[in-house]
């Protein structure tokens, strides 16, 4: 690799890490807040939560009461896991007010309220209160004894009642149901003229209509409460990964435009030149754009990952590294995978072992730029790159290959550890080991597809542009070139300024910046 070479890869990993540095904080946050339900310690603010998800999976369950204790034990665990759900949200959007528990507040057992917002000082949020409710085996069921007068006290103060994930539609249809039979019992009772019953029929009407106001969908589904409270670690691992996937997901987008555009100005002067041809540039061009959406992908997630783990660390200088502002979780990720590149292609055969070494030294020197330009370039890009929307698909393959794999590694380590677990448990665990095994080759089966239906949907476009360009420069057609141009930038979702010589004299002429 020529010197010159060398800069730009640590121009373009600089430039990929920066955009990413964002992403990863924002979603590391997010990956903190999950780890905080797991364990109940939040060591990043000093804070000890009343319980937490590993404690609520060791309470005590009755053998003569078993179903109930494992019904509230499950409502614990909603709980929990919904606030972490809830602030792993406002994480990412980057909104500073949190959900937090009644008894984490000191207010132990309220009977009327579960959650408070807080706002960015720890103060309350007036008017924030709601409470959660997973009862009844069905959405009808839940329905009924929510219009119980056992539940009168919570729709009086008119808190949000947040119920299960998967009962809501039902809740809310069967609330439809009730409504319609009242309406119709009201026109009735009307016709008679029987006032005491006309005022009955409206008081009921009056509390459906207010279930159906108050009652809110929660991020946790009932099954999903009950694998909280009986496998706490399992569950946690699944809200992580997913995170992580969308840290990367969103990071492979930027980084196929950032890369994308580094190689499309490269590729372009060397066709100019005359030492590619318009279809070898092409090519190189979609390579290299696909090359930085997977390193992206790997700084997003793998950073995310990193992050969100020092974040929640109970040593203070690990706290410092994962908030740096030289994006260190992220720079990490990106130079781990680098290295593993290289050391494949050793013991591949493809490069010798000296070439190796020299390889690693300069990925470690390009590391250090990269941390550097990151803080830079970071600023410069910002979090508003356009993302092409192709490598959506792209990325989502590479992240449904991680969440498989790493809900796989999850499953198994359970199962190895704890061999103690009922005979139904291990053929469930296992079924889903297998489910997750069948998952990993699906998704590499779908990512490489999408690798090949990206490279055949831009060959054309790049091909058709290069072609275009060559010709203009012949002729001395300026405004040929501009489009030609053009047309690839908007291929990789770029935005462009000027469609033709004077659109670009006007643009050079103005106060506005030029965006490359």
């Known amino acids: 690799m020529s010197e010159k070479s060398k800069v730009q890869k640590i121009a373009e990993n600089g430039a990929i890490t920066g955009v990413a540095g964002d992403v990863g904080n924002r979603y590391g946050s997010a990956i903190k807040e999950h780890l905080v339900a797991y364990n109940g310690i939040d060591n990043e603010n000093g804070i000890k939560l009343h319980d937490s998800l590993k404690s609520i999976s060791q309470h005590k369950i009755n053998p003569d009461y078993k179903y109930s204790n494992m019904k509230q034990r499950a409502g614990y665990a909603a709980e929990v896991k919904d606030t972490a759900r809830v602030n792993a949200e406002r994480a990412i959007k980057g909104d500073p007010t949190k959900k937090v528990r009644t008894d984490d507040l000191g207010k132990v057992n309220d009977q009327r309220v579960d959650h408070y917002d807080v706002d960015k000082n720890g103060q309350i949020i007036e008017g924030s209160g709601s409470q959660m409710k997973f009862v009844g085996k069905t959405p009808e069921e839940a329905f009924d004894k929510l219009r119980s007068k056992k539940y009168d006290k919570y729709f ?125 540039a092409a090519k190189d061009v979609a390579k290299d754009t696909a090359g930085a959406a997977g390193t992206a992908y790997v700084s997003g997630a793998g950073g995310a990952l990193i992050k969100g783990f020092a974040q929640n660390s109970s040593k203070a200088a690990i706290r410092n590294f994962a908030n740096s502002p030289l994006n260190l979780p992220g720079t990490i990720a990106t130079f781990t995978v680098n290295s593993a590149k290289k050391i494949y292609a050793y013991f591949d055969g493809k490069i010798t072992g000296e070439e190796c070494v020299n390889q690693l030294q300069e990925d470690s020197i390009g590391t250090i730029g990269a941390m550097y330009g990151s803080c830079y370039v970071a600023g410069l890009f910002g979090t508003g790159v356009n993302a092409v929307s192709l490598f959506a698909g792209m990325a989502g393959g590479m992240i449904g290959y991680a969440v498989a794999s790493a809900c796989y590694s999850a499953l198994s380590y359970i199962f190895e550890k704890d061999a103690r677990l009922a005979r139904e448990e291990r053929i469930r665990v296992e079924q889903e080991c297998e489910q997750h095994i069948a998952l990993i080759k699906a998704y590499r089966s779908q990512l490489n597809d999408m690798i090949n239906q990206y490279l055949k949907d831009k060959m054309e476009v790049f091909n058709d542009s290069f072609d275009a360009i060559k010709n203009s420069l012949c002729i001395g057609d300026i405004d040929g070139f501009i489009a030609g141009s053009n047309k690839i930038t908007e291929a990789l979702g770029g935005q462009v300024q000027y469609s033709d010589k004077k659109g670009f004299d006007a643009l050079m002429n103005s106060n506005k910046a030029f965006e490359l």
């Open 156 to 280: 009086e103060s008119d808190n949000k009642i947040d119920v299960p994930s998967d009962q809501y539609d039902g809740i809310i249809k069967a609330a439809d149901k009730q409504l319609e039979k009242l309406h119709k019992q009201l026109e009735s009772q009307t016709e008679k003229g029987n006032p005491e019953q006309i005022e009955k029929i409206k008081q009921q009407i009056e509390k459906c209509e207010k279930i159906k106001k108050n009652v809110r969908k929660s991020t946790v589904s009932t099954k999903g409460a009950g694998s909280a409270a009986a496998h706490p670690l399992l569950s946690t691992a699944g809200d992580v990964i997913k995170v992580a996937n969308r840290a990367g997901l969103e990071s492979a987008a930027v980084g196929a435009g950032v890369g994308g555009t580094v190689s499309l100005v490269k590729n372009l002067v060397a066709c100019i030149k005359g030492d590619k041809e318009s279809e070898e």
